[in-house]
């Protein structure tokens, strides 16, 4: 049988300040949309084209009030997680679809006078090189654990 993959990650500039709100059982949530961009030249006419992307973020629990701080509209910013699509009906009973990026990990790369704050998994889990310069204790903040069994349905997300 052959394994699955569902891993994506994203280098791109925020299009907004991160939305964060609680689900009805305390829960943080932050939504983030990000645009990410692609240059090439078209080889028939020789002319620069560039192309936008933009991917809805989602990041749960103390990685999502790590973003609230920091991160700010227009902010360079690494986000690794696994693809989502949800479903949902409108009043009118038209059904709706979003793909979203479910954030696991996330680095701050624009940099204010040396290395940016990152969040991602614990340290023992990552190589020394891969550790930031600096000691800074947002750095060492983990996100929680992505809980398989409990399902968050449409109606408990505050928006």
Same mark, same amino acid.
Request: hydrophobic share 35%.
């Given at each position: 049988m052959?394994?699955s993959?569902n891993f994506?990650?994203v280098?791109g500039?925020?299009? $907004? &300040?991160p +939305?964060? $709100?609680?689900? /009805?059982?305390?829960?943080?949530v932050?939504t983030?949309?990000?645009?990410t961009?692609?240059? #090439?030249?078209n080889?028939?006419?020789? +002319?620069?084209?560039?192309?936008? @992307?933009?991917?809805?973020?989602?990041v749960?629990?103390?990685l999502a009030e790590i973003?609230q701080?920091?991160?700010?509209k227009?902010?360079?910013?690494? *986000?690794?997680? $696994?693809?989502?699509t949800r479903? #949902?009906e &409108? /009043? &009118?009973?038209?059904?709706?679809?979003r793909?979203e990026i479910?954030a @696991?990990?996330?680095?701050?790369? &624009?940099s $204010?006078?040396?290395?940016? %704050?990152?969040?991602s998994?614990?340290?023992a =889990?990552? %190589?020394?090189a =891969?550790?930031?310069a600096?000691?800074? %204790?947002?750095?060492?903040q983990t /996100?929680?654990?992505v809980? +398989?069994? @409990?399902?968050?349905?449409?109606d408990d997300? %505050? *928006?």
């Amino acid at each position: 049988m052959a394994a699955s993959l569902n891993f994506v990650q994203v280098i791109g500039n925020l299009t $907004r &300040d991160p +939305e964060v $709100r609680q689900t /009805p059982n305390g829960q943080t949530v932050a939504t983030i949309g990000i645009a990410t961009n692609r240059k #090439w030249t078209n080889k028939q006419t020789n +002319e620069k084209q560039e192309e936008v @992307e933009f991917h809805n973020v989602v990041v749960w629990g103390k990685l999502a009030e790590i973003c609230q701080q920091y991160l700010k509209k227009g902010a360079k910013t690494y *986000f690794q997680g $696994r693809l989502k699509t949800r479903n #949902w009906e &409108d /009043p &009118d009973g038209k059904k709706n679809y979003r793909t979203e990026i479910i954030a @696991e990990n996330m680095i701050m790369l &624009d940099s $204010r006078g040396g290395a940016a %704050p990152t969040a991602s998994q614990p340290a023992a =889990s990552q %190589p020394a090189a =891969s550790q930031p310069a600096v000691a800074d %204790p947002v750095a060492q903040q983990t /996100p929680p654990p992505v809980a +398989e069994e @409990e399902e968050v349905r449409i109606d408990d997300l %505050p *928006f």
